[in-house]
């Protein structure tokens, strides 16, 4: 099988799950515990912690210190941003219109629980468009939350510009790096945003660990209760093996970024370029081709045929592919992030999601040129 699905998940690097097998081999206690068997789980916990923030651009020194919470997940992480910074009396809360649902949908329950959320729209490319948000912040604003790489098109979003404006106006931004890290350079520190999101099984590491990261200036309330831990702002045992394998894949994704980040931009574009010369420029449109993209992700569209048949005849030909958002899939409603660029209907209901990772081989791209074109030759035949 080849598997192209790696925004959805990757695969686990053999060097993180040997560095799982041996962190529970070594049976790491409850670090919570007072006496020492805790006390060393708490220390390699620690080293995790601190090895993590250190190597996504957190800084840790004598007059600040920033802060890393260990969640469940990147959903986790998004929902203890949007309902955790700051409280309700804070005001509104501004959100991209082509937020993961983890942000999205976050954001409409605190819609109905009140709060007024207000959304930045995006051009055609899917690059959000910030030009009224000095307006927008002149109301007194709780939070902006804006990711930095879209999860369907790679698209690369203003972050820094945005930073920019909510510092002027001190308002907290917080950033969903989650499809970022480990593909381009990402740096906590130079993005000025008061919190970041990582979810390290997007870049071979473990499912089931994620991360916020605070500036140590912002407040983070609780929204789950009965613990101590993490300062009690997300209470619970910490698992300190996979907060090990979290720091181990972010290790190695960060040692093979330099030369896997141009292989898969290459890969990508030969992708691209020869589907383009076998199907023809009418047959094949690129979805966000015109902005600065992550370097693996290529969102397709084929108009006039149906993602769902394309995608299940690719998965029949060995091909994994998706339509757009792995949380989203199973239904087979239009994407969101396609909808919000204002894209014409045969377009998004012909879009697929072609996401590479570091493993990707030149073969791959070969056959994925072959067995796409024949299967969109096919089903236009029909
Ligand atoms: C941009 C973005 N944010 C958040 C998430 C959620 O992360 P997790 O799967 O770790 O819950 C995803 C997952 O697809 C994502 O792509």
Redesign the pocket.
């Known amino acids: 099988m080849i598997y192209v699905d790696n925004?959805?998940?990757t695969r686990l690097a053999e060097e993180v799950a040997q560095a799982l097998a041996e962190a529970y081999a070594t049976g790491y206690l409850n670090p919570s515990s007072q006496h020492q068997l805790g006390q060393k789980a708490r220390r390699r916990l620690d080293d995790a912690r601190e090895t993590i923030l250190n190597l996504v651009g957190g800084e840790i020194t004598k007059f600040q210190s920033d802060r890393l919470v260990f969640t469940?997940?990147?959903?986790?992480?998004?929902n203890l941003a949007l309902f955790g910074l700051g409280k309700p009396s804070d005001g509104q809360v501004i959100i991209s219109a082509i937020?993961?649902?983890?942000?999205s949908e976050a954001a409409d329950q605190l819609r109905a629980q009140g709060t007024t959320v207000r959304q930045l729209p995006v051009d055609s490319n899917g690059v959000v468009q910030y030009e009224e948000l000095g307006n927008w912040l002149t109301e007194p604003t709780r939070l902006v939350s804006v990711?930095?790489?879209?999860?369907?098109t790679g698209v690369l979003q203003p972050v820094s510009e945005i930073a920019a404006i909510c510092r002027h106006r001190q308002v907290p931004l917080h950033v969903?790096?989650?499809?970022g890290i480990g593909k381009i350079p990402v740096n906590f520190r130079s993005l000025q945003a008061s919190a970041m999101?990582i979810?390290?099984?997007?870049f071979h590491g473990p499912?089931g660990i994620?991360a916020l990261v605070l500036d140590d200036r912002v407040k983070l309330n609780p929204t789950m209760f009965g613990g101590s831990q993490q300062l009690a702002m997300r209470p619970g045992t910490e698992s300190v093996e996979l907060a090990i394998g979290f720091q181990k894949a972010l290790e190695l994704a960060l040692t093979a970024l330099p030369t896997a980040g141009l292989r898969m931009q290459s890969q990508r574009d030969r992708l691209e370029t020869s589907l383009l010369g076998e199907l023809g420029p009418e047959a094949m449109v690129i979805n966000g081709a015109q902005a600065l993209r992550l370097p693996h992700t290529s969102n397709l569209a084929f108009p006039g045929i149906d993602r769902q048949a394309l995608v299940m005849a690719l998965d029949m030909a060995g091909v994994a592919c998706s339509t757009g958002?792995?949380?989203a899939s199973g239904s087979s409603e239009p994407s969101p992030t396609l909808i919000a660029m204002g894209l014409n209907e045969e377009v998004i209901s012909g879009s697929i999601r072609l996401s590479l990772s570091r493993e990707t081989t030149e073969e791959e791209i070969d056959k994925l040129v072959f067995h796409i074109s024949n299967c969109v030759k096919r089903l236009r035949r029909r």
Request: hydrophobic content about 25%; some cysteine.
């Open positions: 925004n959805a998940t469940s997940g990147g959903t986790e992480a998004n937020e993961h649902p983890s942000i990711m930095l790489a879209n999860n369907e969903d790096a989650v499809q999101t979810s390290p099984h997007k499912r994620g958002s792995a949380c």
